[in-house]
Structures are given as structure tokens and as C-alpha cells.
């Protein structure tokens, strides 16, 4: 007598469940890359204020003149109601007195910094602030490294009160427009 043996299987068990997973492994992948491209995509905008030349006098750190004031309330009124996430102001006395009543408006504390370190603020600017609007207030030689750092560009120092706006994206080249106050 013979036994009989059970069919053998022909058919491989397919899992029911792979598509499924695949298309939501998929779709997961496809949300992650957004958030990084969007996250990683933000525009760094820094307004280089440049407050003029201080009037020609004996002493070495001059403050401001009645003209450097009315620039200082254009620049406020200009300004004012602006989102602001950072001020610098370098250490001589007509950038701090003429920040000072934007700082004021803005409700915002200034970092200060010296000539001395104005070539590495661009990089540090980049680095603590990106995707954040950030205002810098520098006269004479700082404004022109802060504005070259930034740019890539070398800019001329101007005779009177500027505003240089620069639009550093994080993928593209920098922006920069010329403002006079």
C-alpha cells in the first residue's frame, strides 16, 4: 500500500502588507527631505548701517552731529515695527548714538563688538543667525569688512549714511542693495 503525500506547494506566500509599508516608508522619506530643504533653505537678511563720518574735531571718538541725529529718527521711522532677531553695534561712539534710538524702538539689546573682530562677525552672523533678520552698526573700516564678509564683494565705504541690505540665502549667491538714509 502506498501512502499518499501531500501535495507539494507551488505557490510562495507573497507578504499581503508590502505595498502598504513601502508606499508609507516612501512617503516618510519624501516628508523628511521637505523639512530639511525647507529648514536648511532660509534666507540670512543683514541690514549693514553705515552712520556716516564723524565731523572733523581734536578728539579721537567724536559724538554725533545734529545732521548724524535726524538720520538716526529717518532710520527709526524707517525701521520701526520691523522684526529684528539681532543688533551689533561696533564700539565707537557715533554707531552706538545712532543706534540708539532704533535699539530703542525695536526693544532690542545690542552685542557689541570692536573694529578688531569686524572680520569674523560676517562668519559668526552666518553661523548664530541663519534665516534671521540681524541689523549691524558699523562705521568706517568694520562696515567694509562686515559688508565684504558678507557679499563676497569689496565695498567702498561711503561718504554719508547708507544702508546696505544684504540677502544671504543658504543656497545661491549674496544680495546686496545700496540704501541712502
Known sequence: MRLMQAPAVTR???PFFAPVWLSLLAFLALVVLTW???HDGRTTLVLVVYPGKAPLATIADPPIT???EARAQRLVRLLEGSTVDAAYV???RLAQQTAGPLLEALHRAPVR?????AGQLAARLLKE???STV???AGGEAAGQVLSGLSGSTVVTPDQAQLYVVSVPRFGQARLLRLHL
Open 12 to 14: 510562495r506566500r507573497r
Open 36 to 38: 530639511s530643504f525647507w
Open 66 to 68: 545734529p545732521e548724524g
Open 90 to 92: 561696533s564700539d565707537d
Open 113 to 117: 563688538f570692536s573694529v578688531e573682530q
Open 129 to 131: 543667525h541663519a534665516g
Open 135 to 137: 541689523i549691524v552698526m
